[in-house]
């Protein structure tokens, strides 16, 4: 785990580590249209079948961690190497798979970046946090984006995720530049046994006042899902 208690009682950096953060889209109209412990039930089912599919070339020092609160999950791997990459580009395409099976949309982003998780999961903090929050808040689509300073960087791992497609390019449509830009993302279509009407029913479910901006987010949803499906 990242600095731990040692890191709050010393004066000792935050580690670098690859994280992402995950939030479910429309999560207020599921806490008032739904049960919460249904919201609950699927998030859990999806986490458990993220990690049974993680590939047997995946290490366990290599599989990621993860926290659950409110809306949110937080996976990370405790590294910065090719393999921890690896481990947490291809949790999240099959979490995201595995939690569009019961309705829910997600939107989220994978950065490396400084985080301490202290006190048991009581403490959470760092520079990686913030950054995967600003990118996820960012987009106005369904979807996780690699943050751009890793393709920038050129970080080891990212050839080999692009060749078995956990990875590719794409446009996305971003809240400060209504344009679509290119980015790298994760295909979470790949792996989503789910039809392009069950897609556009999961969307209404979350924004059933679905507002011009709400409808702009489904099309890019559906472009992607169209495209790599």
């Known amino acids: ?34 049960h919460l412990r249904t919201v609950a039930k699927a998030l859990g089912d999806a986490k458990a079948k993220s990690s049974q599919e993680i590939p047997d070339d995946v290490d366990d020092e290599h599989a990621p961690e993860s926290l659950m609160f409110s809306d949110s999950v937080l996976f990370w791997a405790d590294g910065e190497d090719a393999s921890h990459l ?74 080999d995720l692009h060749d078995q497609g956990v990875l590719v390019e794409h446009d996305v449509p971003w809240a400060s530049n209504p344009s679509p830009r290119p980015h790298t993302v994760v295909c979470w279509p790949e792996n989503c046994q789910v039809t392009r009407a069950e897609l556009r029913e999961a969307f209404y479910d979350s924004f059933p006042k679905m507002a011009e901006d709400g409808r702009a987010k489904l099309a890019a949803t559906l472009q992607f899902f169209d495209e790599y499906a």
């Open 1 to 34: 785990m990242p600095n731990s208690d040692e890191w709050i009682r010393k004066d000792e950096p935050p580690e670098e580590v690859y994280l992402c953060l995950l939030d479910v889209l429309g999560f207020r109209s599921f806490v008032h249209g739904k």
């Open 86 to 159: 690896d481990g947490l580009a291809r949790t999240a395409q099959s979490f995201y798979a595995a939690l569009f099976q019961d309705g829910l949309l997600l939107r989220g982003a994978i950065v490396r970046g400084e985080l301490s998780i202290a006190s048991e999961g009581e403490v959470i903090v760092g520079e990686g946090l913030i950054r995967a929050y600003e990118l996820e808040q960012g987009q106005k689509w369904g979807g996780i984006v690699l943050d751009p300073r890793l393709s920038r960087d050129g970080v080891d791992g990212l050839d």
